[in-house]
């Protein structure tokens, strides 16, 4: 049963982690080259074939595929559907940063709490066969089946970003209180 106090501490741990990475300039710098790559990277899945073909025609082709593929994106999904792609890219791009903090400062022993965090990483994202890195692997085919094109797969890795960042917190900071804290 969740009580009130549980509540007001998970929204606690995920303003406390969805803030940390701008407590610090090499954070926030982190934090914008890994958005700007997973929002890259998610555009180009959106047609793999189309980006394979122009990028393998050469370099010089990367900023018409991603500007096409961001006006398909827009043309398909709308608003809606670049905005699912720019707050995924910030969750992972959060996501990643409070990971590499947490390892840093406890160490592996974390990992426990980082293979949380995969699931919304792989589940969600793509704007237009809602796989994001699943379609990569080959399972858009079986996810275009789903209902809605699949945007409840998205805002459901979305949920599982938050829902894990929440759980975590701040990664230099203990998310369990003791009796002798309280």
Do not use: K
Not at 100 to 125: E, K, N
Not at 138 to 159: K, M
């Amino acid at each position: 049963m969740l009580s009130r106090d549980s509540i007001r501490g998970y929204l606690t741990n995920l303003s406390e982690a969805l803030s940390y990475p701008f407590e610090t300039w090499r954070g926030t710098i982190g934090l914008v080259f890994v958005t700007l790559t997973t929002y890259v990277l998610l555009i180009l899945s959106t047609m793999p074939e189309f980006s394979l073909q122009m990028l393998g025609d050469g370099l010089y082709w990367f900023e018409y595929v991603v500007i096409s593929l961001t006006e398909t994106v827009y043309r398909t999904d709308g608003w809606t559907g670049i905005g699912i792609i720019v707050i995924y890219a910030l969750l992972s791009g959060v996501a990643v940063v409070n990971a590499v903090a947490q390892l840093r400062v406890v160490g592996l022993s974390s990992l426990t709490d980082l293979s949380g965090v995969v699931p919304g990483l792989l589940a969600s994202g793509c704007a237009s066969c809602s796989a994001g890195l699943l379609g990569f692997l080959g399972f858009a085919g079986g996810l275009a089946a789903l209902p809605y094109d699949g945007a409840l797969l998205r805002v459901g890795g979305l949920a599982l970003l938050l829902f894990f960042l929440g759980r975590a917190g701040h990664p230099e900071r203990c998310a369990f209180t003791t009796e002798a804290t309280r």
